[in-house]
């Protein structure tokens, strides 16, 4: 069966608990996920979860072991994550962040779409320009050539000049700039109901189905 692919990148900008939530949902409904991440997203996992990520080449069934687990254990044990034992239908690929070799550095390669998340300020600067220096870059470049679904999940307060102008060029170049900027009024109980606010934002944004939360003027 071929499933439908989705990049998926994960920088160093605070939320973490982002991306692995995001993960979770898209194994769940059934994608290819092809996974970068950075050298800094190691960094933040590990000091906003307290765990460790995967190493790239680590086998597939390391980084689903992870993915099931990173938000059941270390910090977000306490931020009430629910639905542990989702099955996942959907598949895993990790590339390095430097190899350039891989299918999602070429237009020619299908994809559905590609969501950073969390997005740096750093790594959405270099988009902006065109820098296309590590595969992230160069994955999401590709994406904005070839006309297809890129979402940058952006987290930083204030923004500077620079950023905003970043931004607004990465909207104009077709991009959605969708920030990790939860919602209040579906009354969260717990941080995993701000994590899935976002989450769902980003799905709806992918075509992916999901019910993290319920959708305003929908009936309970
Ligand atoms: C704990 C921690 C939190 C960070 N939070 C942010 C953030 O919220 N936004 C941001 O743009 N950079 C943040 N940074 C800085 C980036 O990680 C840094 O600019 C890095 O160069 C980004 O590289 P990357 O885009 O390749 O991941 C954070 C770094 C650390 C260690």
């Known amino acids: 069966m071929n499933r439908p692919n989705i990049v998926l990148a ?20 059934g994608y290819h ?3 970068i991440v950075s050298g800094a997203a ?22 689903l072991q992870f993915t099931r687990t990173a938000l059941a254990t270390g910090t977000a ?6 639905d542990w034992s989702t099955d996942f239908t ?8 430097g190899d350039y070799s891989a299918g999602i550095a070429s237009g020619s390669f299908l994809t559905g779409g590609m969501v950073i998340c969390p997005c740096s300020m750093g790594t959405m600067s270099s988009i902006a320009c ?28 204030p923004l500077s000049l620079i950023a905003l102008e970043n931004m607004t060029r990465l909207s104009h170049a077709g991009a959605t700039v969708l920030p990790a900027m939860p919602g209040f009024y579906h009354q969260p109980d717990c941080v995993a ?22 959708r305003w003027g929908e009936a309970e």
Not at 10 to 29: D, F, H, M
Not at 90 to 97: A, E, K, N, Q
Not at 202 to 212: G, N, P, R
């Open 10 to 29: 994960i920088t160093g900008a605070s939320g973490s608990a982002y991306a692995i939530r995001l993960a979770q949902i898209l194994l769940g409904a």
């Open 33 to 35: 996920i092809h996974v």
């Open 42 to 63: 190691r960094q933040v996992a590990m000091q906003e979860l307290d765990v460790t990520m995967p190493s790239d080449d680590a086998p597939t069934s390391e980084w």
């Open 77 to 82: 044990e306490r931020w009430g994550f629910r």
């Open 90 to 97: 959907g598949t895993f690929s990790v590339h390095g962040i």
């Open 130 to 157: 065109g820098a296309s220096t590590n595969l992230v870059q160069r994955s999401a470049d590709v994406h904005l050539k070839e006309r297809r679904p890129l979402v940058l999940v952006p987290r930083e307060t």
């Open 193 to 214: 109901d701000l994590v899935d606010f976002v989450v769902a934002r980003i799905c709806d944004h992918l075509d992916v189905e999901h019910s993290l939360v319920r």
